[in-house]
C-alpha cells in the first residue's frame, strides 16, 4: 500500500487495528492457558471496536485534511504493518501480550504525534489531535484492564 495522503494514513491503522484483534482472536482460540485466553480474547475485542472508531473519524472527517499528503511517511513511519501479529501471541504469557500490545499503540500514537506536530492545515490539526486523543485514552483503558485482569 503506497501511502500519499492523511487518508491513506488513518486507513492503515485502521487495518492494523482490525487485522491485530483477528490475529488475537485467532490467538486466543489456540492458547491452552485460561488467564491469557480471557486476555486475548478481551483484547481482540478492543482491538475490534478500535477499527469501528477509526473508521468513524475517518467518515465524518473533513475532506481537505483526509487528502493532505504525507510526502515523508514512508521514510518515517514507526509502525511497520507487517509485524502486527508478530509474533504468534497463542505462545505469550499474559506479560509479553501486554507490551506487544502496548508498544503497538505507543508506536500509533508516535505517529499521529509526528504527523500532528508538522500539520499545518487547522482540519488536518484537529483530525489527528482527535485520534491521537482517543488512542491515548483507549491506551490507558487497556493499560488499567489488563492491570486488573492480572490482580484477579
Not at 504527523?115 to 483530525?127: D, G, K, V
Request: proline share 3%.
Amino acid at each position: 500500500m503506497k501511502i500519499t495522503t492523511l487518508g491513506e494514513v488513518i486507513d492503515l491503522t485502521r487495518l492494523m487495528h482490525q487485522r491485530l484483534g483477528e490475529c488475537l482472536g485467532q490467538s486466543a482460540s489456540e492458547t491452552g492457558q485460561t488467564s491469557e485466553k480471557w486476555l486475548l480474547a478481551y483484547l481482540a475485542e478492543h482491538e475490534t471496536a478500535l477499527a469501528s472508531m477509526v473508521s468513524a473519524f475517518e467518515s465524518s472527517a473533513d475532506a481537505n485534511a483526509l487528502d493532505t499528503w504525507v510526502y515523508d511517511y514512508l521514510s518515517r513511519a514507526p509502525i511497520d504493518p507487517g509485524r502486527v501479529c508478530d509474533p504468534s501471541y497463542a505462545e505469550l504469557d499474559s506479560e509479553e501480550i501486554g507490551r506487544a500490545i502496548l508498544d503497538f499503540h505507543n508506536q500509533v500514537m508516535a505517529l499521529y504525534g509526528d504527523l500532528l506536530s508538522r500539520a499545518e492545515i487547522p482540519e488536518t490539526r484537529e483530525l489527528l489531535r482527535s485520534l491521537l486523543d482517543m488512542e491515548r485514552h483507549e491506551t490507558i483503558r487497556l493499560a488499567q484492564q489488563m492491570n486488573f485482569g492480572r490482580d484477579l
